[in-house]
């Protein structure tokens, strides 16, 4: 289907290049429809209120349309139909009303396929739910990929049910939940480890930490070079056979180094949130504040991925945010751990300075 319908609309595109051809126009009641009659195939231009709609006939009865909405269709988005009257959606929901029938399959890229009547093809969600009606008829497969799989009682399918979705498992419970929590677990996860970190480590985390913040662009750089550096490095120790161990154990190794540098980049960008001084009353509250603004964009876009239609696409840029945020750090942490050389400069840096405490009172 997806190779078949992209053919297709490439296709469409061609056609609007065949109508620079002598072209017929007319204008009725606000709508502007140009149309080319060829020997093998016709191609229709259709401009009215509801958007833009290119339409081919070929000579073999197969029939091509691009539907680009206007302002008053009840759901943004491009709809393509292809191979019949199959429907892609992209940011938008596809729906098969009770009593109309879908020769072709029915897709929606970032939206949700509502299906009551009857699909010869097969439904398809990509980070969307698919829900089939108790009067759905689906002769293809029924697939959601990071969306629920919804069957109504009376809902057939003859082909497979699949949901592919974050988690490998939910046991039973709902989809938000899970994922809230094992942010929340994620979240609390790192707060112990980082402790940890900085506890053992206090004067190389804050060495690392003030390299980030003086050598932001370099350290940024530099750990987006450190995956293919990884690489490269694991593939001369493996060419020689005593390197070979050496090479076992260096991812190990470079995921410590991300993660000890992602904290020491996590406390800086607490300290900016606090206003509080680089390495200044220890790296519990930044690293509390930093971690907790990047586990609140994730925890937020969770929540409104469950609705549907435009407010999903929302979410997919908070999670798009969220996501280049936590690298971003990952990757400056990275380099900054890489330019103080472990955190062993600069020397002028000797750890966390403890808060002042407080002044007698005066007699």
Known sequence: MSVFSVSRFFAACA???????????????????????????????????????????????????????????????????ASGNGIVKLFSDASVPAGEQVDGDVVAVFGSVTVEGEVTGSTVAVFGTVNLKPSAIVHGDAVAVGGGLLEAPGSKVNGQAVQVGFLPLTLGLPWLPVVLATIMLGWLVSLFFGWIGAALFPVRLARIAVTSSRRTAASLALGILSGPMLLVAMVLLLVTVVGIPIAIFLPFLYIGVVYMGQIAAMNVLGCKLTRRRLGEGGFTAPLVSGSLLVTSIFGFSAILWQTEGFVRSVALFFLLVAGLLSMGLAAIGTGAFMLSRAGSFPKDVMGPVPPAPPAAPVA
Request: proline share 3%; no cysteine; net charge negative.
């Open 15 to 81: 056609a609007v290049v065949l109508l620079l051809s002598p072209l017929t126009a007319s204008a009725a009641k606000g709508t502007i429809t140009v149309q080319s009659d060829g020997s093998s195939e016709s191609q229709r231009i259709q401009i009215d209120r509801h958007g833009i709609t290119v339409t081919r006939d070929s000579a073999s009865g197969e029939t091509l349309t691009v539907v680009e909405h206007g302002t008053d269709a009840s759901l943004p988005g491009i709809s393509v139909h």
